[in-house]
């Protein structure tokens, strides 16, 4: 793991200087503590500078970037990890090809020289990285399938920039900070902004499973990784659950290569449960697994976790945290480069500071639920969705318009409510209905919520397309699997696996998902929604390919999912700072939001009518984004660590080890 910024020119565009590669470079120093480097040329024809800062996991001693091949032709800067390079090793070696070191990275390098951009399909791993060829005056960039690593970049008249984070990208001169306003709506959608745009006009995200061929002055973007995710499997259940167990054994195997400790996170559900009891098959010593909980009755999972703990024998840290702990919101907000609605980040950002304290990489159960059918809304979209095939006029009826004259103003809980929504998703298009599960601002919340002149700045592009194109994805498919396939496609790299990125780097952590392991992800893909859930429970596909790692206990408990009690805090000690910063003449100055909407939004979830507790910490997130990144006076330079609220963490139970805190 590690943070890679760069550039390419031609003659016509902007040299890059080294003064710049340089801070391009530094700026993101907390995702690769360990070590720093840069490669420069420059000639009459353009030129290229590659910056690298260095988490060092394997080859500790000589895997320094960037590096280059035989004849320093062919240079790379990488970030992630490669987990079969010792398996592609031995055929370059036959090709030809001599090794400077024992380090995933150069076996990169030398693909690239076998086979140009098809070596990406021959990587296992999560990556994003530039290969400068000085030979052809080319630079590839990169990311990995699934989209662990990120990847930004700016196009410009002769160059193109690059980078791990946004941050990176404001270093060099001329780059400007302004909003992009569009993204903007899309980030109230989906509580993030989705790919390929950024929160910063200019500044653009690569796709997972993407790459990028800059040439001539001309940027290719195209994708490496289409699997066919309309292919459902014909294998039967004992057969599906054997060829999974060979292949998520496979994959945390290769996961534990690694020259420095591995530890786990561990919440108490199947899948990092799984994991751990995976990694304990191969692991000679006890797993170090990690907890973070709440003291708020229905958001604790450190039971869960414990019992997990116990029955897989790891050796288990368990931690809690308070509402004090949103004192971080200004040092996440750098972090993110963009304003990022997840408050999950908040205790994850916090587990693995903590975790960095004992280990160098962490493996996870992120996937699990996409994969494995783990949320309840699946199912509820998938049996919605059955109703679709009644006749028209019998659906009709059920959707009669009359169902909207049950008034906004009922509380969010009532039966009435909760009745009017089920019915009107009736007349939404099957494939915009899942929006009503995943959205933070409905269409129509956004409209009230905006002034005229930002309704008329948004033109007519529709933020639901991002959700749309993903969900035509698997059109064949069953309403569950389809739903499933979307998030994989969306919620996934744009939500939980950037959040784990951004929080784990910030800490020098690597977090390493075996559940992605591409071909995990195209075994699980395949399979029928119902054959995953069996007409009842949840992921019982899973808990039968691994029966004895997971206790009955965790079978049977609800979903509870990594979340804080917002609902519960903006009524209480966050109620002040909320209304001081949202209605403020700072935040309503921006002309984004009609005052009278933004009141209304708050009286009614301090009166308890409604929960707008995610809403509102979207528009909290994304205020204080401004003041970091946007406002005149902002400078986005690194946060004081001394800032961070460490007395939020408190260690608690008798499992934590002497020296865990």
């Known amino acids: 793991m590690c943070g890679i910024a760069g550039a390419a020119w031609t003659a016509q565009g902007e040299p890059l200087d080294q003064a710049a590669l340089d801070q391009m470079t530094d700026v993101v120093r907390h995702r690769g503590p360990d070590g720093r480097g840069t490669h420069y040329e420059r000639t009459a024809t353009g030129g290229a500078g590659l910056g690298h800062r260095r988490l060092s996991i394997i080859d500790l001693a000589g895997g320094g970037q960037p590096l280059a091949n035989e004849d320093d032709t062919v240079w790379i800067t990488f970030n992630g990890e490669i987990y079969n390079y010792r398996e592609l090793r031995p055929d370059l070696e036959q090709r030809g090809h001599r090794f400077r070191t024992n380090s995933d990275t150069e076996v990169i390098v030398h693909l690239y020289e076998e086979y140009g951009v098809g070596c990406l399909e021959k990587l296992r791993g999560m990556f994003a ?20 690593k990120p990847l930004v970049y700016r196009e410009e008249p002769g160059r193109l920039l690059f980078a791990s984070e946004i941050k990176s990208l404001l270093q060099v001169p001329g780059v400007r900070r302004e909003v992009n306003r569009q993204a903007i709506d899309e980030y109230l959608t989906y509580n993030y902004v989705p790919h390929p745009q950024s929160m910063f006009a200019g500044i653009s995200k690569l796709p997972p499973g993407h790459y990028g061929l800059y040439r001539e002055g001309r940027l290719q973007v195209a994708p490496y990784w289409q699997p066919d995710f309309n292919r459902q499997s014909t294998l039967g259940r004992d057969e599906l659950c054997r060829q999974m167990a060979e292949r998520l054994d496979e994959s945390v195997r290769l996961r534990l290569r690694s020259d420095v400790p591995l530890g786990a996170f561990l919440s108490g559900g199947i899948d990092s449960t799984a994991i751990v009891g995976l990694m ?95 949320y309840p809304r699946y199912r509820t979209y998938h049996n919605v969705a059955r109703l679709d095939a009644l006749p028209g006029f019998v659906r009709r009826m059920i959707a009669n318009p009359l169902w909207s004259l049950i008034s906004d103003r009922s509380r969010e809980a009532s039966f009435a409510s909760r009745l009017r929504f089920r019915m009107e998703l ?24 905006y002034t005229p002149a930002m309704r008329a700045s948004l033109g007519t592009a529709e933020p639901e397309q991002f959700l749309v194109d993903a969900m035509q994805r698997g059109v064949s498919r069953d309403a569950g699997s389809r739903a499933r396939i979307t998030d994989l496609l969306t919620y996934l790299p744009c939500d939980l696996l950037a959040k784990v990125d951004i929080t784990s780097m910030a800490h020098g952590l690597e977090c390493r998902s075996p559940f992605l392991d591409h071909h995990v992800v195209e075994l699980a893909m395949s399979i029928g929604f119902n054959d995953l859930i069996q007409g009842h429970g949840a992921k019982l596909l899973l808990i039968d390919t691994v029966p004895d ?113």
């Open 129 to 148: 990285f530039g290969i400068w060829d000085s030979r052809q005056q080319q630079l590839l960039v990169a990311r990995d399938r699934l989209g662990q």
């Open 280 to 374: 304990q098959r191969h692991m000679e010593r006890r797993v170090q697994t990690y907890t973070m909980g709440f003291p708020v009755s229905g958001y604790d999972e450190t039971p869960f976790a414990q019992v997990a703990a116990d029955h897989l024998k790891s050796d288990h840290h368990v931690f809690q945290m308070q509402p004090a702990s949103v004192s971080i919101l200004p040092t996440l907000t750098w972090h993110f480069d963009e304003p990022f609605a997840d408050s999950s980040a908040i205790p994850t950002y916090y587990l693995s500071q903590v975790t960095a304290q004992h280990v160098k990489v962490a493996l996870t159960g992120d996937g699990g639920d996409e994969l494995f059918a783990g």
């Open 426 to 449: 009736l007349r939404e298009p099957a494939d915009r209905r899942y929006l009503n599960w995943v959205a933070g601002f409905q269409g129509s919340q956004r409209e009230q919520l």
């Open 549 to 661: 790692l997971i206790p009955q206990t965790l079978r049977d408990r609800p979903k509870m999912g990594f979340r804080i009690p917002l609902d519960a805090w903006f009524r209480g000690p966050l109620r002040n700072m909320t209304e001081e910063v949202l209605l403020g003449d700072e935040s309503l100055g921006r002309g984004y939001f009609e005052p009278a909407a933004m009141r209304q939004l708050l009286d009614d979830h301090v009166s308890g009518r409604w929960n707008h507790g995610d809403r509102l910490w979207s528009l909290l997130c994304l205020e204080m984004w401004h003041r970091t990144f946007i406002d005149p006076s902002a400078a986005p330079t690194a946060p004081d660590n001394d800032l961070i609220a460490h007395p939020a963490i408190a260690a608690t139970g008798s499992a934590l080890v002497p020296g865990a805190v």
